[in-house]
């Protein structure tokens, strides 16, 4: 007796296509959350003196996928900030151009003098990124898990 499928193969492509978009859009959920966890962590350290306002103010992020930028967070946190928030976004803008696959979180302190403060033993973006070496792990398994369940 022969079996005859009740489907055909575009329902079968189509809801394939459909299951990627949802963990797509999981894990997007899921690095974006991380990017604001980031990004709020790091605004919030006081171990310098920002004295205009544009070193803090250059902490942001952005995600991006092969579509282009899904998210993004970038603020003035002084009046006076404005120049800081421009070159966070200018510089973040560029770490994703270009990007045709997978999914991006770049997390920059974007003024040019960011990376001597943190020399000189301040703490602009390194605590961030030790909060991102732990909390991604956990990230991936939670996603692989959900994957597993379906």
């Known amino acids: 007796m022969a079996m005859k499928a009740k489907f055909s193969l575009p329902d079968l492509r189509a809801q394939f296509a459909e299951i990627e978009n949802n963990i797509e859009s999981a894990i997007i959920n899921e690095v974006v959350g991380l990017g604001e966890e980031l990004v709020n962590h790091a605004r919030s350290v006081r171990t310098y003196m920002d004295q205009t306002g544009n070193l803090r103010s250059s902490i942001g992020y952005i995600v991006a996928d092969r579509h282009g930028i899904v998210s993004d967070n970038f603020k003035a946190t002084t009046p006076s900030g404005a120049s800081g928030k421009a ?49 991604m792990p956990k990230i991936i398994q939670r996603i692989k898990e959900d994957i597993a369940s379906l």
Request: charged content about 20%; glycine content about 10%.
């Open 87 to 135: 070159k966070a976004q200018t510089q973040a803008q560029n770490a994703v151009s270009g990007l045709n696959h997978g999914i991006k979180l770049v997390v920059v302190g974007g003024m040019e003098y960011a990376a001597d403060v943190e020399r000189r033993g301040y703490d602009v973006l390194a605590s961030a990124e030790q909060k991102a070496n732990i909390e």
